[in-house]
């Protein structure tokens, strides 16, 4: 496959998703502005200017009619996904990194940073249907948690949030009373920071990946491990295939030791394994510094990942990737 | 004049021409062609007020059937907004396709047996000298039972970062390697253990190197990979390829682990049929250094 080369970042790239019929792809990266794509071509759509600071995740309502992006100058906004238009700012007293829409797109959950003193948080808004009854009060506030919190996501059937971070822990909490439901097993998890988490399409598990050097599928309901994958460098980036049983996981070493070592030795391959057999099926090389984010096309005809390089490559499966037997 | 619209262009000068100069040929657009290029010719007015003929090849490629949905059809007709409203994306040339082709290499070939050398690793530092067993446990130091990433002993083992492939910095120093943090060149370090054969190998890797010329347009590097691999260990295969068509240019290099494979590949498939072409297969020169 011959991957197509987006370069419309300038500084290394944080988060992509997709949109749900998989024709746009989001991408945000450390400069300031989260970009739209077409994603068979790899066209620019847009920019959504407006932040001040590195944009560290989004999320696109299910008729991809709003964008909503958090960001380290201490906001959340939600964006026009057809016309780049500001609709409206979330502010918090700490940076925001993840926002993840509940089913339904009438909830977000939106972490903070622990920041000046502050406790990291994970808090619940409402998002308004109209624009004008939109405020920015928290339904809920999620505190109490050591570490900053790198990815929450809403459970199945919006009855719980998940949320992983630098302590290594994954939590299940409720997402009505805010009461801490499950914890991670600290034998069998992650032993250092998780630094990513996706879910699979029908929300029964998820897969996260950690700088301990694996991968961990986990139910997403009674959060027992299911499968784990080792790779031998840092995961910074992991997906689930929607259409086939593979996963994929992206990393390399520290951005900053890249320029001290050979490139083969950094190992900036988005690795994919058999999500059953735990088996690698195959390396997709070509970045030129550790992988920051990986995303599959909902369709799983392509995939894309955002390294720390700033380029995003869009890459469409040969025919044969969909005959590989194990 | 005035009544007729329509501007004659054989009128031109005879008129005031120096009124009429900011009139630009119209954008003509050739192709595609049976390759996909298709080549659009501009003109423009750059800074300075000059007239500037623009042509643009582009290429046209159907990547995949898609099937958009409605909503989806209707975001194709959006217009652009924020930064890539300028319009100046391709001529930034902000999207590009790889000139590379990137395969998804897998672990080891498929349908090959399982104890290949993995293709993360290095397979040369697997290759231990004057063609022994090749098979060498580093975990337990078996010699051609399995590989290392295959030890039934490997929880046993001390843990090491570095199963299967060479150190790298950010894997400790396994087994009695010197103290953490003092720089070690990568082939003092512990665990790499064939690193002198190696770099011998790599060195002469080189002239292993076998040029096959009168290739088909059509033929691709595995291609050449499953031709010569019945020989012998292949470090590389290589086949140049025609940037702007994609085919094939009609020759490439195949790099052996061993040179005697080198030799009997060249005294079998030179003169070979191959594709309804007679393959021209030689030593390659050395390169120039």
Partial sequence: MRPILMKGHERPLTFLKYNRDGDLLFSCAKDHTPTVWYADNGDRLGTYRGHNGAVWSCDVSRHSTRLITGSADQTAKLWDVKTG????????????????????????????????????????????????????????????????INRAVWGPGNRTIITAGEDATIRIWDSE??????????????????????????????????????????????????????????????????????????????????????????????????????????????????????AFNPDGRSFSSGGEDGYVRLHHFDPEYFNIKM | ??????????????????????????????????????????????????????????????????????????RRSWGKFGDAASGDDASARLTVVSTEEILLERPRAPGSKADEPSASGDPLAMASKGGAVLM??????????????????????????????????????????????????????????????????????????????????DTREPDLLELFRTFGAVSRVYVAVDQKTGMSRGFGFVNFVHREDAEKAISKLNGYGYDNLILHVEMAAPRPT
């Fill in chain 1, 85 to 148: 238009k500001e609709l409206f700012t979330f502010r918090f007293d700490a940076p925001a990194r993840s926002v993840d829409l509940a089913i339904g797109d009438h909830l977000a959950v939106i972490t903070t940073d622990s920041f000046m003193g502050n406790m990291p948080t994970a808090q619940v808004k409402r998002i308004a249907e109209d624009l004008q009854d939109q405020t920015e009060e928290s339904a809920l506030v999620i505190s109490g948690i050591t570490g900053r």
């Fill in chain 1, 177 to 294: 009373t805010g009461k801490l439901l499950k914890e991670s097993d600290k034998e069998v998890g992650h032993q250092k920071a998780i630094s990513s988490l996706s879910k699979s399409l029908d929300w029964s598990h998820f897969l996260t990946g950690s700088l301990d050097k694996s991968a961990k599928l986990w139910d997403a309901r009674t959060l027992t491990l299911i499968k784990t994958y080792v790779t031998e460098r840092p995961v910074n980036a992991v997906d689930i295939s929607p259409t086939l049983d593979h996963v994929v996981i992206g990393g390399g070493q520290d951005a900053m030791n890249v320029t001290m070592t050979d490139r083969r030795a950094g190992k900036f391959e988005a690795k994919f394994f058999h999500k059953i057999l735990e088996e690698e099926i195959g390396g997709v090389k070509g970045h030129f510094g550790p992988i920051n984010a990986l």
């Fill in chain 2, 1 to 74: 004049m005035p009544a007729d619209a329509k501007i004659r262009w054989g009128e031109l000068e005879e008129d005031d021409g120096g009124d009429l100069d900011f009139l630009l040929p119209p954008r003509v657009v050739i192709g595609p062609d049976e390759n996909g290029f298709k080549k659009t010719i501009e003109y423009r007015f750059d800074d300075d007020g000059n007239k500037v003929k623009v042509t643009t090849t582009t290429r046209v490629r159907k990547l995949a059937r898609a099937r958009l949905s409605k909503a989806a059809v209707e």
């Fill in chain 2, 136 to 217: 060498v446990c580093r975990t337990c130091g078996k010699k051609g039972d399995h590989w290392t990433s295959k030890c039934p002993y490997k929880d046993l083992a001390p843990p090491t970062d570095a199963s299967d492939t060479p150190p790298t910095s950010d894997g400790p120093a396994a087994l009695g390697g010197p103290a953490k943090g003092s720089y070690v060149a990568p082939r003092l370090r512990a665990g790499a253990v064939h690193t002198d054969a190696g770099h011998d190998m790599r060195r002469r890797n080189d002239e292993n190197s076998v040029r096959v010329t009168n290739l088909s347009e």
